[in-house]
């Protein structure tokens, strides 16, 4: 995918990151609407969602300075109003102040390590995790499944996949607290 921007890219992940998210479509086609004014207008999305449940969402990614200095909430209303069900079921603005640096990166490692997602070591690490108290301390569970790097890989995957859960706003690292997840 191509990004404009840093920010830009730091949403794609923490998008893709999401497990609501099915598919994100970069830059759809342009959205036409009429502006306070009534001029006709265009505006190219940066994302298309569609999520699980069906439901899509256009997607504007702006830094939080240029929202409050323009008249951009305006052409955002003027957007929204304008949207119909056959391009998108909402319009959602994330700034950079909609999530941290941290938050970002860890999203960015999760789309990373699930490329190379090992199955045997998940199924490994679901046995390893039913017997197991929480909450631990990220290392600890890495020490219990015995897998080195590759099961710090697949311990920030069962975090993002619900089989752990643990504070994805701030740096997943070996001190990071632990629990079971909703997903088990």
Not at 68 to 97: G, H, P, W, Y
Not at 100 to 118: P, Q, S, T, V
Request: proline share 2%.
């Amino acid at each position: 995918m191509y990004f404009e921007s840093k920010l830009e890219q730091r949403v794609l992940f923490l998008l893709l990151a999401k497990r609501s998210t099915w598919d994100v479509r970069e830059q759809p086609e342009a959205f036409i609407y009429h502006d306070a004014r009534g001029r006709r207008r265009h505006h190219v999305f940066d994302f298309l969602v569609t999520l699980r449940s069906g439901r899509r969402l256009a997607v504007v990614v702006k830094p939080a300075k240029r929202v409050i200095n323009t008249c951009f909430a305006q052409e955002l209303s003027a957007i929204r109003a304008a949207m119909t069900k056959d391009f998108a079921d909402d319009v959602i603005l994330i700034t950079d102040r909609d999530f941290g640096r941290a938050e970002a990166m860890n999203a960015e490692r999760y789309i990373a390590f699930r490329k190379n997602r090992n199955e045997h070591l998940m199924r490994h690490l679901l046995a390893v995790i039913v017997t197991l108290r929480f909450p631990q301390k990220f290392q600890d569970v890495q020490m219990a499944l015995g897998a080195g790097p590759e099961g710090f890989r697949a311990i920030f995957i069962a975090i993002y996949e619900g089989l752990l859960a643990a504070d994805v706003t701030q740096e997943i690292d070996h001190d990071t607290l632990v629990r079971r997840g909703g997903g088990l």
